[in-house]
T-cell receptor, first 116, second 111 residues
């Protein structure tokens, strides 16, 4: 079936540095999402994105976070600067529809971010 | 979105039919019921969804109570590949399509 790819699978950085997580969504999908899962805890919604704009963001989506999809390529999550509490697995997802017309979300395998 | 309640864990044997319950006593009329599952080191995978009528697809059968306050995901003839955490999620129609995950039910499958 359709696949969402995430690059890299694991990233280790020092606190205060910038990190960019990359997501290659399903090719014809229009809606994009980031979720965060701390080890042993439930997955939590961060943000969704459509037509170049953030549609909704949660309280976890701090000012240090930003998302974009330049030129229809990778959908990225940038954290600048990183903090220790940002250590988690970040999952990207995409769907063809969003809003009222629900469509299943396809998830990537996640990027494990470790902030030292 | 309204809250769901699921058992923490369930166990089954290969080939059996598994019934995974979900309680959503405060569900609203415009809330859909979704099921996703997640295996370790992978992202969640869509299983099925429904509003009022029972639904079926290649993966599972979703039975929704007539008062909509509970639902059951039925997995026929489970295999080892069905071992995962199963999440029952409610979503309001017209929202921004975000998924609110809980702890889910850990399904173990014994050979």
């Amino acid at each position: 079936g359709p696949k969402v790819l995430q690059i890299p699978s694991h990233q280790i950085i020092d606190m205060g540095q910038m990190v960019t997580l990359n997501c290659d969504p399903v090719s014809n999908h229009l809606y994009f999402y980031w979720y965060k899962q701390i080890l042993g805890q439930q997955m939590e919604f961060l943000v969704n994105f459509y037509n170049g704009k953030v549609m909704e963001k949660s309280k976890l989506f701090k000012d240090q976070f930003s998302v974009e999809r330049p030129d229809g390529s990778y959908f990225t999550l940038k954290i600048q600067p990183t903090a220790l509490e940002d250590s988690a697995v970040y999952f990207c997802a995409s769907s063809y529809w969003g809003g009222y017309n629900y469509a299943e979300q396809f998830f990537g395998p996640g990027t494990r971010l470790t902030v030292l | 979105d309204a809250k769901t309640t699921q058992p923490d864990s369930m166990e089954s044997t290969e080939g059996e039919t598994v019934h995974l319950p979900c309680s959503h006593a405060t569900i609203s009329g415009n809330e859909y019921i979704y099921w996703y599952r997640q295996v370790p080191l992978q992202g969640p995978e869509y299983v099925t969804h429904g509003l009022q009528q029972n639904t079926t697809n290649s993966m599972a059968f979703l039975a929704i109570a007539s008062d909509r306050k509970s639902s059951t995901l039925i997995l026929p003839h489970v295999s080892l590949r069905d071992a995962a955490v199963y999440h029952c999620i409610l979503r309001v129609a017209g929202g921004n399509n975000k998924l609110t995950f809980g702890q889910g039910t850990v399904l173990s499958v014994i050979p």
